[in-house]
């Protein structure tokens, strides 16, 4: 660093530990996500506009993620988005507390702090739901909606809102908007196999698996060898070769620090790496009628900006991989389909899943057919 870029880095330390200390960690994390906190008095304008908002409205909303503020760069979570546009639908009569990068936990945790109405909101794996409403975790059934086109068709359908709705609400959520970051991928570690293009190039590989069931019979059935890793001990599992792949999208990826311990990443396409945000049922429901207008409005306003999002993330995430010197991977048509023969829902091995996920087999069909109905919303796939 040049001596200029040093004070640069020292007066925003200051800034932000000043603003941190008196308080005001919520607006330390707004200013240094505006790029402001090199000035005290930018960082201070900050302070006093956050402390406004938050004395002027009648209701504190907190908002708890797993992720960093500035994550959306590469995995677009939008959460400083979804607080600005809760704060403005509801004309300020809620102001959005931001707990990001897994202060208040992550996952599972999250969950259960938000139905326990420790906070009212949070961002989690659409997965986490699966314990509540079983028929959330039908995205894991392979190239059902591992599109992001699928995906989005899907959770934004009547059917997906008639049949899992009433479920996820009966466990005290409301789910307030689908977060589209991209499809998980086939990442390969360094020093082991080459690019994994077919089903037969997994032959023998140790594939990182988290728990759910689905992903390991998938992996199972495309010719890997699953092998169960918690996501916490994934980096040094990969590393030292304990297991040889694993599947997060390209922006998780990125951001929880693989670009350098990995190869190759093939675009499979096969299960989504979904979001959603979900607030406390009942504290939705003791709010007056605008203000639930409102927040619903902020959601489908911050949906929007997440899809169109999408591919600028994966295009950063790829980037920064590509300088570690990780290669890239599309496949044909031709090739998606020898991965869909291999492991697809459409396979009877999925049939008991899927009646016992979505209740029947008759409730699977209209699921079936919402996620290959084009509805209003666009989103590129990779």
């Known amino acids: 660093m040049t001596p200029i ?37 930018a960082a201070a304008q900050t302070q006093q506009e956050e402390r ?20 959306s760069r590469s995995y677009p979570i939008m959460q400083l988005d979804l607080k600005e546009n809760i704060q403005n639908a509801t004309g300020g009569k809620v102001y959005v507390k931001l707990a990001p990068g897994g202060q ?4 599972g945790a999250l969950v259960q702090a938000v139905q326990g109405g420790t906070i009212q909101a949070a961002q989690h794996s659409l997965s ?12 894991n059934l392979p190239y059902f909606c591992g599109s992001n086109q699928r995906f989005t068709n899907l959770v934004t359908s009547d059917a997906w809102r008639n049949e899992v709705h009433p479920k996820i609400e009966a466990a005290g959520f409301k789910a307030l908007f689908y977060v589209v970051i991209d499809p998980r991928v086939v990442a390969m570690r360094k020093g082991g196999a080459g690019p994994v293009l077919t089903p037969g190039d997994l032959s023998g590989v140790k594939f990182r698996v988290p728990g759910s069931q689905m992903l390991q019979q998938y992996y199972r059935m495309v010719g890997a060898n699953p092998t169960p890793v918690a996501w916490g001990e994934t980096p040094s599992a990969i590393k030292q070769g304990v297991a040889d792949a694993l599947d997060p999208s390209v922006g998780a ?15 499979t396409q096969a299960v989504p790496d979904s979001q959603v945000y979900s607030m406390n049922l009942e504290w939705f429901n003791s709010l007056p009628g605008d203000v639930q207008e409102g927040i619903e409005w902020a959601g489908e306003m911050t949906a929007h900006q997440n899809l169109a ?35 697809g829902y459409q396979r009877s091995e999925w049939d008991q899943f899927k009646a016992d996920l979505a209740g029947s087999m008759e409730t699977f069909a209209r699921l079936e057919e919402a996620a290959g109905t084009q509805g209003k919303y666009y989103v590129h796939d990779a």
């Open 309 to 343: 999002k999408v591919p600028s993330a994966r295009s950063y995430a790829m980037a920064e991989l590509e300088k570690a010197g990780v290669e890239f991977h599309s496949l044909s048509d031709d090739q998606l389909a020898e991965w869909q023969a291999a492991g």
């Open 52 to 71: 406004a908002r938050e004395q002027a409205a009648d209701r504190v909303m907190t908002l708890a993620t797993a992720y960093v503020l500035g994550a």
């Open 128 to 139: 986490n739901f699966a314990p509540f409403a079983s028929a959330a975790d039908l995205i």
């Open 253 to 267: 990826l990125f951001v929880f620090g693989f670009k350098d311990i990995l190869s190759h990443v093939t675009f």
């Open 104 to 107: 208040l936990g992550a996952g």
């Open 5 to 41: 870029e040093n004070g640069l880095a020292s007066e925003e330390r200051r800034n932000f530990l000043k603003l941190a200390a008196s308080g005001g960690f919520t607006a330390a994390m707004v200013a240094g996500a505006a790029g402001v906190l090199w000035s005290s008095e």
